[in-house]
Each structure stands twice: as structure tokens, then as C-alpha cells.
């Protein structure tokens, strides 16, 4: 039996930043799951992190979260807009927002075996990908209140 591959750390940032450009792509587009996850099978690997590359990805990864979010959407909407100022919902945010906050709760409320704080910085890190901005901040915010109010034990909280 050959043994499994392990990709290096980078695939799974680079599978995190796939996930957020195809649900950005499902948002904005309309394509279909499928249809993205396809598209996204096929890409090339690049290593330029700020034109939207960075290495080669773990696909299967990707895929988890694309699937995640799209199963899960009717869950993981609710808690973002449980944080989220009353008078700015979800809907009226940047579409790349929604796509990074959608990918991050995903993995903090149905991905246990990926630390919270892992999720948290891997998603904030992509937040400055594509943001000068202070959205990144808001989105460590949302991230973080998300993660507080689902995996307590790991802040030190009791559960």
C-alpha cells in the first residue's frame, strides 16, 4: 500500500482562499456548486498569495468547506447575523466578506478537529489578502464572537 501524501500546511491555506474566491464566485455569479468546484479541480497552482494564488491547494479541503457552507448556509447565515449590527445584516455586506465570514464559520461550527484559533487567524490572514482595509479587523471580530459562543473550552471558558 503507498502511503498517503501529506500536503504541506500551505495547501490548507491555499485550499481556505480557493473556498472564499468559488463562494464569492457563487454569490456574485450564480454558478453552481458543482460548476465551481469543477472549475476550481482543474486551476492551476500558482504562488503569487496576493493575485489569488498560493501553491498548490488541498482540494478535498476545499471541497469540505464549499460543500460545508452550501449544506450548512441556513445555519451558519443566522449566527453571522446574530452579531452583526441590526441595521447592516448579512446581505448588505461586501460580497468577499460574506465569502470569508461564511468559509470561517463553517469551519468553527462543524470543523471541531481544526482549532478555533487556527480558523480565526487563517481567515483573518485572507481577510488582508483582500482588504487594506478595516475589514479585517471587522472580520476577526465576527470570527471571534462566533468562535466564543461555539467552542468555548477553547478560550478558556466553561463549555
Excluded at 108 to 133: I, K, Q, T
Amino acid at each position: 500500500m503507498k502511503p498517503k501524501r501529506r500536503l504541506p500546511p500551505a495547501a490548507r491555506s491555499a485550499a481556505r482562499l480557493g473556498a472564499v474566491q468559488a463562494l464569492y464566485q457563487m454569490d456574485i455569479a450564480g454558478t453552481d456548486v458543482g460548476e465551481v468546484l469543477a472549475q476550481f479541480s482543474t486551476r492551476a497552482a500558482g504562488d503569487d498569495f496576493e493575485g489569488g494564488q498560493c501553491g498548490e491547494a488541498d482540494y478535498k479541503f476545499l471541497k469540505e468547506i464549499v460543500d460545508g457552507v452550501v449544506r450548512e448556509q441556513r445555519l451558519i447565515d443566522p449566527a453571522i447575523n446574530d452579531v452583526l449590527a441590526e441595521d447592516w445584516p448579512l446581505p448588505k455586506l461586501d460580497s468577499t466578506v460574506r465569502a470569508i465570514l461564511r468559509a470561517g464559520c463553517y469551519e468553527l461550527m462543524f470543523m471541531d478537529r481544526v482549532p478555533a484559533r487556527v480558523a480565526l487567524n487563517e481567515y483573518v490572514e485572507l481577510a488582508h489578502a483582500f482588504f487594506d482595509g478595516e475589514e479585517s479587523g471587522f472580520i476577526n471580530g465576527v470570527l471571534n464572537q462566533v468562535a466564543r459562543a461555539r467552542r468555548p473550552a477553547e478560550f478558556g471558558a466553561p463549555a
